[in-house]
């Protein structure tokens, strides 16, 4: 045996032969069989030290034939196959030396690095790990490979804890280099950035797969000409197109869009398409660049190619994960993406992120309220998981709601309390302070999530909730200024522009000066040409302004309503429904938009107007519950007072309005709605009181000025009424503005003037 021991010490030494003395004591039972056995044995160690790879493995393939329940001769078989890189041949081999040896290291061990080469390996290295771990929980290499296949598959809770076992000794640079990618495919980038720097200062460097998740992490770190750098060279490394390559590639795509460089973007891609098996990488690319552009064209290219790798008969769970979440980003796609969401839930129902990501988007489509997800959530923050990386994972799914309502503010409160490095629980967060009308917590949140790397990059963003802040505190000059400095700035972003545009037009819209804002309108709609939901809101604005009658209006909104589900509620619906006067047709359709938007005014206006023709007490009755429940509801206030109007009740108006005034004194639209119920008493000088300092405020408000022209003739001095009009329509022309409401209310004045002498108006003679 000397000589044996000799051929094979090291590899013993490597521990490559774990088990082999059970073996050999084992053959010992039948010398004979043994002898010549282990002479056999022998040969083929010695071929395949000599490097004779081939003539190794037909050996060892001799001898299992004749034994197969030889540990030796199995072990050396899957070496040698793993050796001549026959990958799957390897696996097979040591997944039957596991049978023989279940604690065999080097088996298990080779299982799991194994498994990071095929995605359907993956669930055969993790449990072969998992019992090595069982074995031995101090085992470092085996712990952060197991960590490397649970991040592959998407399950960044179990593999970032994993990792954080590892990273607290002394790790490996294969494991920090491991934990870098991760945490970039997690989206933790500052913690990827972080390890990879560790690892560069190892003076190691990083190169391919690994490459992909560093500019990733540079990327959506704000770095993405240092991402397009660190991906050229990369790709300068090969000149074949190989699985690692075609990651290069779309990575590179990615890195070029997001520097604005769209045409080498596409042109990178160029050698993906039409492959098979690079589609999944290519989808990837082309939603990026789509992102980055605002072209609709890569979107639609990125969506068919997702659908096409659900087909895949190889498709794990986190390759279904990420297409569900690319393809909830599309409204019109989110059906969709909640079912395959449902199918990954069952699959793995421990999954917490899952789990909240099947409520946020059964929301989303209008399938459950707002209050069954709040119901929803509660399992999940009662108690809080102490796990950071299933906290990370709630975060990011809860935080995909684009519109939360105020009942969530403690959820996304709370995780932000936990120390959850998710910066854009900030943004959320001032969106439904702005919505709760906490103005001052609104903005307080806002330059929180602007200290941050992420919130440097989305100044557009932050504006335009800045604009709606100053909107509300009546600052409206200031409002329009942050619209038109984002317009001003060119942003790529289609939908920035947009967004922009219906501010600044709702702003108009606000201040009387609805021509101008159909104007705006119009611009929104070019950039929009698809978009039929931008014709609602362009319905919504030309009726009020009396540009369209009311039937002209309806028929806008009826065609919607029939050729779409109650559920698919943009806010231009809440506009045109909330503008057009109650119906008891519409009745379910309030009622659907309230349960996506509760705070809207004008919509829960019109639902109560349905309600108070069938019980008026009924309908104050409700708002007045709202009020009690939550006496600081602005919102509320507004709608009792309206509804209060509707019904006469001018003195509860008033008081409704005074309400809002003790707690927001700058609050125009409660200042001009109450000089209207002023108005309505005949109590004129208080009247144009309040208007006179509703333009003290805001100079340019038109809605205010006019009301002082109406007060003008309400008192009698009709003829000084008309010369005010006729001198506020010339300034606007001026300013090559048009406004129909001044044309509208000089002849409503010419009216009554005339009729008062007998005489029929010009306009109403043919």
């Known amino acids: 045996m000397n000589m044996w021991r000799k051929e094979i010490s090291g590899l013993l030494a490597l521990g490559l032969l774990t088990g082999a003395a059970m073996g050999l004591v084992s053959l010992a039972a039948t010398p004979a069989l043994s002898q010549a056995v282990t002479s056999s044995v022998r040969q083929a160690y010695t071929l395949l030290n000599q490097g004779q790879v081939p003539q190794a493995i037909a050996a060892f393939e001799r001898i299992v034939r004749a034994s197969p329940q030889s540990l030796e001769a199995q072990l050396g078989l899957a070496i040698s196959y793993r050796r001549a890189g026959r990958d799957a041949d390897a696996l097979a081999a040591y997944e039957r030396v596991v049978q023989l040896d279940s604690n065999n290291r080097l088996a298990l061990l080779t299982i799991g690095v194994l498994g990071g080469f095929r995605p359907e390996w993956q669930e055969r290295g993790i449990a072969a790990l998992t019992r090595l771990l069982n074995i031995n929980s101090n085992d470092a290499e085996a712990r952060a490979q197991r960590a490397l296949l649970l991040g592959y598959q998407g399950r960044f809770g179990e593999s970032l804890a994993d990792y954080a076992i590892v990273l607290q000794g002394n790790p490996a640079p294969e494991a920090l280099l491991g934990a870098a990618e991760i945490s970039a495919y997690s989206g933790d980038f500052a913690r990827s950035l972080e390890l990879f720097n560790r690892y560069r200062a190892l003076g190691k460097p990083i190169t391919g797969g690994q490459a992909t998740a560093y500019a990733l992490a540079l990327r959506q770190s704000g770095n993405p000409a240092q991402a397009v750098q660190v991906l050229e060279t990369e790709l300068r490394r090969s000149r074949t197109l190989n699985s690692t390559t075609i990651q290069v590639r779309a990575a ?449 408000n038109r809605s205010a000025r006019m009301a002082l022209i109406g007060l003008t003739a309400a008192q009698g001095d009709k003829l000084e009424a008309l010369s005010e009009l006729e001198l506020m329509q010339m300034q606007l022309a001026v300013a090559g503005i048009i406004d129909p409401t001044i044309v509208q209310q000089s002849h409503q004045i010419q009216e009554s003037f005339l009729q008062q002498r007998g005489f029929q108006p010009y306009w109403e003679r043919y």
């Open 252 to 700: 590179l795509a990615s890195a070029y869009a997001a520097n604005q460089q769209i045409n080498q973007a596409a042109a990178v891609l160029a050698p993906l398409r039409g492959r098979q098996d690079s589609r999944l990488a290519l989808a990837r690319a082309l939603n990026d660049i789509a992102r980055y552009s605002d072209n609709q064209i890569y979107a639609q290219e990125a969506v068919a190619l997702y659908k096409e790798a659900l087909q895949s008969p190889n498709l794990t769970v986190s390759i279904g994960r990420e297409i569900a979440d690319v393809l909830s980003g599309y409204p019109s796609e989110r059906a969709f993406a909640l079912q395959i969401y449902r199918q990954l839930a069952q699959q793995q129902p421990n999954d917490v992120g899952l789990q909240v990501q099947v409520a946020v988007l059964e929301r989303q489509t209008g399938l459950i309220s707002s209050q069954i997800l709040q119901q929803r959530l509660q399992p999940y923050f009662q108690p809080l998981p102490s796990d950071p990386a299933q906290l990370r994972t709630l975060a990011q799914a809860l935080q995909r709601l684009d519109a939360p309502g105020t009942e969530l503010l403690p959820y996304f409160q709370t995780l932000l309390n936990a120390g959850v490095n998710e910066p854009f629980l900030n943004f959320r967060i001032a969106q439904i302070y702005i919505k709760a009308n906490n103005l001052a917590a609104a903005r307080s949140a806002l330059a929180a999530y602007s200290a941050t790397s992420a919130g440097s990059q989305d100044a557009s963003a932050i504006l335009l909730l800045l604009a709606e802040v100053d909107r509300k505190e009546g600052n409206l000059e200031a409002s329009a200024q942050r619209y038109q400095s984002i317009l001003a700035s060119n942003p790529s972003d289609r939908g920035t522009v947009s967004a922009a545009l219906q501010g600044l037009a709702g702003l108009r819209q606000s201040q009387g000066r609805l021509a101008e804002a159909l104007t705006i309108y119009d611009q929104i709609i070019a950039l929009n040409p698809q978009d039929y939901a931008k014709q609602l809101g362009r319905a919504s604005l030309a009726y009020q302004a009396g540009l369209i009658s009311q039937a002209e209006a309806e028929a806008v909104l009826n065609s919607w309503v029939a050729s779409r589900p109650l559920s698919d509620t943009p806010p231009e619906l809440l506009s045109l429904a909330g503008a057009l006067p109650a119906s008891p047709q519409r009745e379910p359709l309030y009622n659907a938009l309230l349960q996506v938007d509760p705070a809207n005014i004008p919509v829960r206006v019109r639902q109560l107007q349905v309600l108070s023709v069938r019980s008026p007490r009924l309908a104050q009755a409700q708002i007045a519950q709202i009020i009690a429940q939550d006496p600081n509801n602005l919102g509320a206030y507004f709608v009792q007072a309206q509804l209060a109007q509707e019904q006469g009740n001018l003195n509860l108006a008033s008081r409704s309005y005074e309400q809002i005034l003790a707690r927001f004194p700058s609050n125009t639209d409660a200042l001009s709605a109450l000089g209207g119920v002023r108005f309505q008493q005949r109590r004129f000088d208080l009247a144009a009181q309040i208007y006179e300092e509703v333009l003290a405020t805001e100079p340019a």
